[in-house]
């Protein structure tokens, strides 16, 4: 079984993302649809744990964090977390705009 990212739209038309397990896209797009959510695009998903601990070995455990980084960062992540922005997506976008490399 293969893992799925997709992005759908629920039945009052918002959009949806996440993952889902299954034995190919067509069979994604089944398990979609039986939940009511109609599937606009769906990619094979990367091996997440390897880009994870790649990341974890690149960052210098060193480095100190400022008190200015900590408040833009708690700023930002409550702004995402109030437009109702799940916690997992909202970690990922700020750490894509992290100035170290994950």
């Known amino acids: 079984m293969s893992v799925y990212e997709y992005t759908a739209l629920d039945e009052k038309g918002r959009e949806r993302k996440g993952f889902v397990d299954a034995m190919g896209v067509a069979a994604a797009r089944q398990k979609l649809r039986e939940e009511n959510v109609y599937p606009v ?32 960062f708690t700023r930002q992540l409550s702004t995402l977390l109030g437009a109702g922005m ?3 997506p909202s970690l990922s976008i700020l750490m894509k705009q992290a100035k170290i490399p994950f």
């Open 41 to 72: 695009e769906i990619n094979q998903a990367e091996n997440r744990k390897e880009t994870a601990l790649s990341g974890i070995l690149k960052i210098n455990i060193w480095q100190r964090v400022s008190a200015n980084d900590v408040s833009i």
């Open 86 to 88: 799940p916690l997992v």
